[in-house]
């Protein structure tokens, strides 16, 4: 079973910077599209960033110009890099990935079109 785990989550004062990372446990090169997605309490889950295996990357415009999404194939790593932070950015990060090509690999993918999923890390943006 393909295994995906995200670290470098934490907590930021606003303004401050984080990059998590996902690793995943076969070649993603496989994987048509890996994305970003999050989740804060009482809100539904969010595509957040995506990257094709072409490297073409979407955004969320709520990040745009602050969050950067990449990838790693020789070390099966994705990574959103996350710059001046912001108390509303706090919620779960959640990476995922997906072999198929059907719905394409932007954000308005949906998360049940993503078969593998990590198990989370913790973003917060506080005072």
């Known amino acids: 079973q393909v295994q995906l785990v995200e670290t470098g989550g934490g907590s930021v004062q606003p303004g401050g910077s984080l990059r998590v990372a996902c690793t995943v446990s076969?070649?993603?090169?496989?994987?048509?599209?890996m994305g970003w997605f999050r989740q804060a309490p009482g809100k539904e889950r969010e595509g957040v960033a995506t990257?094709?295996?072409?490297?073409?990357?979407d955004y969320a415009d709520s990040v745009k110009a602050r969050f950067t999404i990449s990838r790693d194939n020789a070390k099966n790593t994705l990574y959103l890099q996350m710059n001046s932070l912001k108390p509303e950015d706090t919620a779960m990060y959640y990476c995922?990935?997906?072999?198929?090509?059907?719905?394409?690999?932007?954000?308005?993918?949906?998360?049940?079109?993503?078969?593998?999923w990590g198990q989370g890390t913790q973003v917060t943006a506080s005072s």
């Open positions: 995922a990935a997906d072999r198929r090509i059907f719905g394409g690999c932007t954000v308005s993918r949906g998360s049940l079109q993503f078969k593998y």
């Open positions: 076969e070649n993603i090169d496989n994987m048509y599209c």
């Open positions: 990257v094709s295996n072409g490297d073409r990357t």
